[in-house]
């Protein structure tokens, strides 16, 4: 082994887990945000309202987060909407985590008992404040171990942004792979790499853990 090739291109490693960083953090805070709404909207009465997030779900955890991602680089140009290869790779990784998220959020939801939603109603408690304020807080028990796994997969999933030409950090690596023919340095690294940013998703999940809680 000969680990000189790496450090030899850290601008190259640092470039890339850059891009993936922020790939993979404003995917996941684009479909959590989208997947609350949506996870709400599921179990309202109305059809009107319940069916196209039931639509929605179906149809983003059915089909491949590749296809999606394929889509919004090259399928959104058909119809006149042209995205650079961040933007698109961010559109197709989201719509594809927010599916699962918003069965997550979903069955914490519906893991808090009726009863709290019936006694904040009947202090005359808004029903988006008692979301936020009594609902939440308490299905977050439910939702945190779930969606936080999710989410270390969309870091790692990122890795599918090379195929839209999106220099991050997996793609950069198979491209000095193929320059200097040492893959086993230099996936060992980018391993490494993978494994420190996902390492702070599962402590800020064990922190989240510990703080909704119950005694």
Do not use: C
């Not at 993936?20 to 404003?26: E, L, N, R, W």
């Not at 320059?179 to 390492?199: D, G, K, Q």
Request: zero cysteines; glycine letters at 6%.
């Amino acid at each position: 082994m000969n680990f000189s090739v790496v450090f030899d291109n850290l601008d190259l490693f640092w470039r890339g887990a850059t891009s993936t960083f922020i790939i993979a953090f404003v995917t996941s805070v684009l479909s959590v945000a989208a997947a609350l709404p949506l996870a709400v909207m599921r179990d309202m009465r109305s059809p009107l309202l319940s069916w196209p997030a039931a639509i929605f779900s179906w149809a983003s955890r059915a089909t491949p987060a590749l296809a999606l991602l394929f889509f919004a680089y090259y399928g959104l140009p058909g119809i006149g909407i042209y995205l650079d290869p961040v933007p698109a790779a961010i559109l197709g990784l989201s719509l594809s985590a927010a599916g699962y998220n918003m069965e997550f959020i979903r069955a914490g939801l519906q893991a808090v008992p009726r009863t709290q939603y019936d006694a904040a109603r009947a202090l005359g408690i808004p029903y988006r404040t008692a979301l936020r304020r009594i609902i939440i807080p308490q299905a977050m028990r439910v939702i945190v171990p779930p969606l936080a796994s999710n989410l270390t997969l969309v870091i790692k999933g990122s890795a599918l942004a090379s195929l839209v030409a999106v220099s991050e950090l997996t793609g950069e690596a198979m491209a000095l792979i193929s320059f200097t023919y040492r893959p086993f340095e230099i996936l060992i690294t980018i391993a490494a790499i993978y494994l420190v940013i996902n390492s702070a998703l599962i402590s800020l999940q064990h922190y989240l853990e510990q703080r909704f809680r119950f005694g």
